[in-house]
């Protein structure tokens, strides 16, 4: 499974990656693996704000609505519209296409509150058990 | 280990039933409330339309007028679900409880075997479904009639359908269990609806009365999950927020026809 070196991963399994003062947001591949195919997302709209560990969106897969949680806070500036037609990026390719919400990071502090990589990969494997 | 708590709740409508599970979705994710599972049922009847399905494409609104049916978008996802003559139950339990695995079909599993125990003790040949196909978007409208996993059939045949919300810190689970099925009547309100005869329900095995359903169905969470119950009902916040939760969402059509701005 894959964990790009260069985001930064939240525990209910978002990814960041942070340009400047601009971050995307998606879902990992172990989530996205977690909750079989995708075929509804709802997102904020561009202007509205993330809040770090908070719901910012829902998707639908496997008949259940899972809450996506914020990894880190901000005004959304972007939002990926393709998922409208194609959910199914999220599935194929979680960490590029299927891109979910652009932000303004409003506080790089909350970035030390996230795992690396190497960290994510220990904690889903701890998770599993 | 914590007891759960049992809530029977009396015969309400669709806008009251579904301001319920989320109240107390909302309390038991948050820990102020035990893990809980209740069982209702629907007066008047009433249709659920999965969160993000479009309820005016797929069911006959003005036939629904017409029959004294209610139309209520649930928190949950899935397809539309008449319910009519069924028992629902639903099970609501925070992530932090070890009972329960953290991933969807994971949980549909278990709590469906707990299901079976139940309907088996009363002499029916209930089972799982195998997990299927892929989910299709825009496939058939009806719940009953779409592919699904971990769901609960009898020779073959639909008897349980269930959906899931995750988030908050718990899940909730709902569920049908047909009690008797009319498939004209269906049609009437959910008019795309086709695999009528993939359909069973409780008449057709067995004239057990609801109350003693339960009481097996009970059973069944007790020996699978291994736990206990207590009898219990809403707490004071419960009963607010599912007043508020009506007013404000289940009862307004803004939310009932209007599909989540999914983007």
């Not at chain 2, 469906?112 to 003790?121: E, F, R």
């Not at chain 2, 008797?180 to 049609?187: H, I, P």
């Not at chain 2, 609806?193 to 329900?201: A, M, P, Y």
């Not at chain 2, 009862?251 to 983007?263: F, G, Q, T, V």
Request: charged content about 25%.
């Amino acid at each position: 499974m894959d964990f790009p070196k260069e985001l930064k991963y939240h525990k209910e399994h978002c990814w960041v990656k942070v340009e400047g003062n601009r971050a995307l947001i998606g879902i990992t591949e172990h989530a996205q693996e977690e909750l079989g195919d995708i075929v509804y997302v709802e997102l904020p709209e561009r202007g509205g704000d993330t809040e770090q560990d908070e719901s910012f969106g829902t998707v639908e897969s496997a008949k259940a609505i899972s809450e996506l949680f914020a990894p880190i806070s901000g005004r959304v500036v972007d939002v990926n519209d393709d998922l409208g037609d194609q959910p199914e990026l999220i599935n194929d390719d979680p960490y590029d296409s299927g891109w979910m919400i652009e932000i303004e990071v409003s506080d790089n502090a909350e970035l030390e509150n996230l795992l690396s990589s190497e960290q994510y990969k220990k904690y889903i494997e701890e998770e599993k058990g | 280990m914590q007891p759960w708590r049992l809530i029977n709740s009396p015969p309400s409508d669709g806008f009251t039933n579904m301001a319920v599970d989320e109240a107390i979705f909302k309390t038991v994710s948050a820990g102020s409330a035990p893990p809980t599972i209740r069982f209702y049922t629907w007066a008047p009847p009433a249709v659920s339309v999965g969160y993000f399905q479009n309820s005016p494409g797929d069911v006959d609104l003005a036939a629904c007028r017409e029959m004294g049916i209610d139309v209520v978008r649930r928190l949950t996802g899935g397809r539309a679900v008449f319910h009519d003559r069924e028992l629902t139950y639903s099970v609501t339990c925070p992530d932090n409880v070890p009972t329960f695995p953290d991933d969807i079909l994971g949980t549909y599993k278990i709590i469906s075997s707990c299901l079976v125990y139940g309907l088996n003790s009363i002499g029916l040949n209930a089972s799982l479904t195998s997990p299927m196909k892929k989910i299709v978007k825009d496939s058939p409208s009806a719940c009953f009639t779409s592919p699904s996993h971990h769901e609960i059939a009898i020779d073959g045949k639909k008897l349980v359908g269930s959906a899931q919300r995750r988030g908050e810190g718990g899940f909730l689970q709902h569920g049908s269990i047909l009690i008797e099925f009319d498939g004209e009547r269906l049609r009437k309100v959910l008019p795309g609806t086709v695999g009528l005869e993939c359909v069973t329900s409780i008449r057709d095995h067995s004239n057990i009365d609801i109350h003693s359903l339960v009481c097996r169905i009970i059973e069944g969470f007790e020996k699978g999950l291994g736990i206990s119950f207590s009898n219990g009902d809403m707490t004071d916040e419960e009963a607010a927020l599912s007043r508020r939760y009506r007013k404000e969402r289940y009862s307004r059509d803004e939310w009932n026809l209007k599909r989540p701005a999914h983007i």
